[in-house]
């Protein structure tokens, strides 16, 4: 399979060659272990995902197209777009919407090749029930001679992603313009320049849905369109989700003591001291048991943690807002029937990747945070479900705006670090074109000279004669050393004390958007596959 090259950094875990196997175990034991949803429920659920995502992201391309931004593609038959076989494999992976970095172009890339060297679905879902800037874009900019960050957003504001919208064109367009301007001051002039149309390309969609424009424009640049996409808040729109969730609602007493009860050994066994990590505990309130799950108001935009509580044999859904609904225990399809309409029930974090891949994928792909955090996700499905979860990967790359200027930080705090070893033990340092002759003669010099004096120095001590003098001469010889040495690298000198921490920070910044990067972006664009050994 070929891979996803041009990147100053990669972390694929485990390694590519045995991402197949994983996913043959992940679907062997898939329908064994599940018991909460039948094989049955769990394809037609499949079934119905897969087709919600060709005809949104048809909706998406066919407006990239409208544009003129890329041609149409080919398309499948009616028939062939809307029927999933059993044994065709999900790989699936996700992201919020926002103003993509490289790193996750690049788990986007790797899943849909991965999905089809093994003839799979690729799907990645948009997290678009979370919160955030969806339009957030952070540049480097310079202020008083010092490199620093600037963040804008092209978006209308933060809250819930699903609700976010882009902003009016002259103000996409002035923010554009501002990140390619301090883009060529820096000397990036090709990176000004995507900048420049990559901005136009938003500034055509003023008030389109964040979750759709980010990933339009995206897409019109060819990055990640091999992928199917998805928004989570359609997913969970489907009756058979909502059931997955409704046998949790109906245990809610010991959910939530499971929950908590494997949140404390993951922190013990982490030695994470901090209660909110990775998640924080679910409470009993006077509303009933807290439980992972927002809900959320599709008409005011906000959202609010989930409470259930059992009176008799029926159980009662509310928020701090009030009661949601009330419905019979026993009867787990009236959930899904009873919160439609103004209210979703949105599943809080462990919870969504538990329904992506328990009941939607046969393999999820993470990046590096993701793949943190549900190390957790693994001990509570077996804890509570009493099963193993499926196995995930994570794939992690970077792309520094800064590269060049980056390796050479590094190379001068190395320097730095070697400063010290050149004058304390400048012998080791000798002989090794490390000074030119006359410094080296220079040094080599005090040194030979030094070195009696050290001994001289030891030998008074040991029979207790004065040594101030041997001291001071010692002294003497060592700051004429440290000036050699330091006269050496001046140059190096200088530019280290320019390093400063703002500065670093920015050579460091992996989360520049992938629209700053040429070789990223048009349909032919130049990211280069390397086949892996």
């Known amino acids: ?212 424009a980010n990933a339009m424009v995206r897409r019109s640049f060819g990055v990640a369109t091999e992928c199917l996409e998805i928004p989570l808040s359609t997913i969970l729109t489907l009756p058979l989700s909502q059931s997955f969730f409704a046998a949790i609602f109906a245990d809610a007493p010991r959910f939530k003591e499971v929950y908590n009860d494997t949140l404390s050994a993951h922190r013990a066994s982490r030695k994470i001291r901090n209660r909110a990590n990775p998640f924080p505990d679910l409470r009993d309130y006077d509303e009933g048991v807290e439980l992972p799950f927002w809900v959320i108001n599709l008409t005011s935009g906000e959202r609010a943690p989930l409470f259930v509580e059992q009176v008799g044999e029926r159980l009662r859904l509310s928020t701090r807002y009030g009661l949601l609904c009330e419905t019979p225990r026993a009867d787990i399809a009236a959930y899904a029937a009873c919160i439609g309409g103004a209210h979703l029930i949105a599943p809080r974090g462990p919870i969504i990747t538990a329904l992506l891949r328990l009941a939607l994928s046969d393999l999820f792909v993470h990046g590096t945070g993701g793949g943190k955090y549900d190390r957790f996700t693994d001990e509570f499905i077996r804890a509570y479900w009493s099963i193993e979860a499926p196995g995930f990967t994570v794939a992690s790359a970077t792309r520094y705006l800064f590269e060049q200027h980056r390796q050479e930080a590094r190379q001068l705090k190395k320097l730095q670090r070697e400063l010290r070893e050149m004058i304390s033990h400048t012998q080791r340092y000798l002989d090794n074109g490390r000074f030119s002759s006359d410094v080296e003669l220079e040094l080599r010099n005090m040194v030979s000279e030094r070195t009696p004096l050290i001994e001289s120095l030891i030998q008074a001590k040991r029979l207790r004669q004065p040594v101030a003098d041997i001291a001071r001469h010692i002294k003497q010889l060592d700051r004429g050393i440290e000036s050699v040495v330091r006269r050496s690298f001046t140059t190096c000198i200088v530019r280290l004390q320019e390093l400063t921490p703002d500065r670093l920070r920015a050579y460091d910044m992996r989360e520049h958007p992938y629209i700053f990067f040429p070789t990223m972006l048009g349909p032919s664009r130049e990211i280069e596959f390397a086949r892996t050994v």
């Open 1 to 212: 399979m070929d891979l996803p090259n041009g990147y100053h950094e990669t972390s694929i875990q485990p390694e590519i060659n045995e991402w197949y196997d994983l996913t043959r175990m992940n679907r062997e034991s898939a329908d064994a272990t599940l018991t909460i949803m039948s094989p049955d429920a769990k394809q037609r659920l499949r079934e119905s995902v897969v087709q919600a995502a060709r005809h949104f992201t048809e909706a998406l391309d066919d407006r990239v197209c409208e544009e003129a931004w890329r041609p149409p593609r080919d398309r499948k038959t009616k028939e062939d777009k809307d029927s999933l076989s059993h044994a065709t494999p999900i790989i699936m992976t996700g992201h919020q919407p926002t103003v993509f970095h490289p790193g996750i172009a690049f788990k986007y890339e790797l899943t849909a090749r991965f999905a089809k060297s093994i003839g799979a679905i690729a799907i990645a879902v948009i997290i678009d029930t979370d919160s955030g800037d969806g339009g957030e874009m952070n540049f480097p900019v310079t202020v008083a001679d010092e490199l620093r960050q600037e963040r804008v957003s092209l978006g209308d504001g933060t809250g819930l992603f699903l609700s976010q919208q882009l902003a009016d064109e002259p103000t996409i367009r002035r923010l554009g313009a501002q990140a390619s301007e301090s883009l060529r001051e820096l000397g990036f002039a090709a990176e000004g320049d995507s900048v420049v149309e990559a901005i136009d390309r938003y500034a055509r969609l003023p008030g389109c849905s964040i979750v759709e």
